[in-house]
T-cell receptor, first 114, second 112 residues
Framework: DGGITQSPKYLFRKEGQNVTLSCEQN?????MYWYRQDPGQGLRLIYY???????QKGDIAEGYSVSREKKESFPLTVTSAQKNPTAFYLC?????????????FGNGTRLTVT | DQQVKQNSPSLSVQEGRISILNCDYT??????FLWYKKYPAEGPTFLIS?????DKNEDGRFTVFLNKSAKHLSLHIVPSQPGDSAVYFC???????????FGEGTQLTVNP
């Protein structure tokens, strides 16, 4: 059963702590993405990666970091420098980073920082 | 700079009637457009797409219309069903781009 797995579904952290969100895909997709959803603001791109060992900043990369050491994995670290980390985080993948292929999304991780 | 805009945060329609969701964009380099549907606490699921070389694409109850000169697209759902109640996102991609740019979303409510 191919898909994108995000874990955990809910995550709670204290302010000042770094936290890493997991994203794994078994679709053999080259490209992977991290988006953040906030009420009334749609989905905003944090980071994306078109190939292993390479990634690019999206529109709101400040306070976040990523790695792409394996094709199937694209973890996102929310650092203490991110001013408003509480949000719903969505990971996605696509067969390639271009062309007519839609993104496939995981079911998200709700991060709450207090 | 919001390159993809959905000006209606919400829309309410009666079951069996037509739902029309609208989307405007500003970037003339966008040439591929998609609609996604999202339920609470879940990831968006892909619904339908259209390339800029077309002005209409149909898939069952869902039809997307593209007006390139007006930089406007719309999603029509006919007939609307209560299960269609969700947030709908419009998204766009540039010709040689990797990233998908999303609108703010429209909450559709279909009343029985």
């Amino acid at each position: 059963d191919g898909g994108i797995t995000q874990s955990p579904k809910y995550l709670f952290r204290k302010e000042g702590q770094n936290v890493t969100l997991s994203c794994e895909q078994n679709l053999n997709h080259d490209a992977m993405y991290w988006y953040r959803q906030d009420p009334g603001q749609g989905l905003r791109l944090i980071y994306y990666s078109q190939i292993v060992n390479d990634f690019q900043k999206g529109d709101i990369a400040e306070g976040y970091s990523v790695s792409r050491e394996k094709k199937e994995s694209f973890p996102l670290t929310v650092t203490s420098a991110q001013k408003n980390p509480t949000a719903f985080y969505l990971c996605a993948s696509s067969p390639s980073g271009q062309g007519r292929s839609p993104l496939h999304f995981g079911n998200g991780t709700r991060l709450t920082v207090t | 700079d919001q390159q993809v805009k959905q000006n209606s945060p919400s829309l309410s329609v009666q079951e069996g009637r037509i739902s029309i969701l609208n989307c405007d964009y500003t970037n003339s380099m966008f040439d591929y457009f998609l609609w996604y549907k999202k339920y609470p606490a879940e990831g968006p699921t892909f619904l339908i797409s259209i390339s800029s070389i077309k002005d209409k694409n149909e898939d069952g109850r869902f039809t997307v219309f593209l007006n390139k000169s007006a930089k406007h697209l719309s999603l029509h759902i006919v007939p609307s069903q209560p299960g269609d109640s969700a947030v709908y996102f419009c998204a766009a991609r540039e010709t040689s781009g990797s990233r998908l740019t999303f609108g703010e979303g429209t909450q559709l409510t279909v009343n029985p």
